[in-house]
């Protein structure tokens, strides 16, 4: 059975930091790995993926501010400083196997001005 779970949303106040973790299991074999976020009302936009070997991929709004981190071949995390209000969302991980893309339920982020 494949599950991707994240963990470590919450409610932070402006310019605070949250760390976002996700494990998949069930997958044989896991490249990319990556967090995405929907906000009320705005379609799933990408916040930062990387690879296997390190690649990493970032949203320009989050540039500076987020760093994701492949932590073992099935976890991932994302480190969020300098949060703003307008980074408040549902932030799902993402995990691409062999043929299927694996999705996790989400974990809301809530920035407060």
């Known amino acids: 059975q494949v599950r991707v779970v994240e963990s470590g949303g919450g409610l932070v106040q402006a310019g605070g930091s949250l760390r976002l973790s996700c494990a998949a299991s069930?997958?044989?074999?896991?490249?990319?790995m990556g967090w995405y976020r929907q906000a009320p009302g705005k379609q799933r936009e990408l916040v930062a993926t990387?690879?296997?070997?390190?690649?990493t991929n970032y949203a320009e709004s989050v540039k500076g501010r987020f760093a994701i981190s492949r932590d073992s071949a099935n976890t991932v995390s994302l480190q969020m400083n300098g949060l703003k209000p307008e980074d408040t969302a549902v932030y799902y991980c993402n995990a691409q196997g062999l043929r299927s893309l694996y999705w996790g339920q989400g974990t809301q982020v809530t920035v407060s001005s």
């Open positions: 069930g997958i044989t074999f896991i490249n990319a």
């Open positions: 990387t690879t296997l070997s390190g690649t």
